[in-house]
């Protein structure tokens, strides 16, 4: 499996695009505004089809590109259900932003929880909810590539803002010590913003939140 990062949009947020050529098959997480662009060329070389799109949460720098995708691609959506306002009628965080962006809705076809796991590309996935940052942000973790795809809830030295709607420090604190460093410690973490980094790193280095 190869795991193709694409920093895409207006603030930069990371797109992960998961090809398994062997399959013929590939997965996006998350879609910054024109993701498209960069993921339509890489699955023409990596020989697949995007199947599933799968949204870490609903804030429109994550979704922004989400239509694009799905008309483009045709995938199957994923995402939790706390974020359905966001996703489905991305209009309210103009109210926020203070700004008209035009958000186009995106269509979800399965609303994933805690606890749910999936086949996909050959491999299993384990969805954990890490709210705090937003309230429906998930990790998707992948025991059989040791990674872990984990939204804005923790970055490398730093954890997700809390000062949006919907976030709680506390939340979000008690949330990684919970579910991501729990995981292995040498699960590498792939955050929405940032360079990656790795559960046994943050566990003792990050200044937020600590074991």
């Known amino acids: 499996m190869n795991v193709h990062i694409l920093p895409a949009g207006p603030i930069q947020t990371n797109a ?24 339509a060329p890489l699955l023409q070389k990596d020989k697949c089809q995007l199947t599933e799109l799968w949204l ?15 008309r483009q691609s045709g995938a199957t959506v994923r995402a939790h259900a706390e974020d359905r306002e966001l996703i489905e009628t991305p209009e309210v965080m103009e109210r926020f932003m203070g700004e008209r962006m035009n958000l186009e809705p995106v269509r ?18 384990e969805v954990r909810h890490v709210p705090g940052h937003c309230p429906g942000n998930v990790l998707f ?34 949330a990684i010590r919970r579910e991501i460093y729990t995981l292995p410690s040498e699960t590498v973490v792939f955050p929405g913003h940032g360079p990656k980094t790795t559960v046994g790193h943050e566990r003792v280095n990050n200044p937020y939140v600590s074991a």
Not at 56 to 70: F, L, M, N
Not at 151 to 173: C, H, K, M, V, Y
Request: hydrophobic residues 40%; glycine residues 14%.
């Open 16 to 39: 992960y695009l998961l090809t398994a050529p062997e399959r013929g098959e590939a997965v996006l997480i998350d879609a910054p505004g024109n993701v498209w662009r960069d993921v």
């Open 108 to 125: 979800v076809d399965h609303w994933i929880k805690q606890g749910d796991a999936f086949p996909a590309l050959g491999t299993s996935v």
């Open 141 to 174: 973790y992948i025991a059989s590539l040791q990674a872990a795809f984990v939204g804005d809830a923790l970055f490398n030295g730093s954890i997700g803002r809390t000062d949006l709607p919907g976030g709680n420090f506390e939340q979000l604190e008690n």
């Open 56 to 70: 870490t949460h609903g804030h429109w720098d994550h979704t922004q590109g989400g239509a694009e995708v799905v």
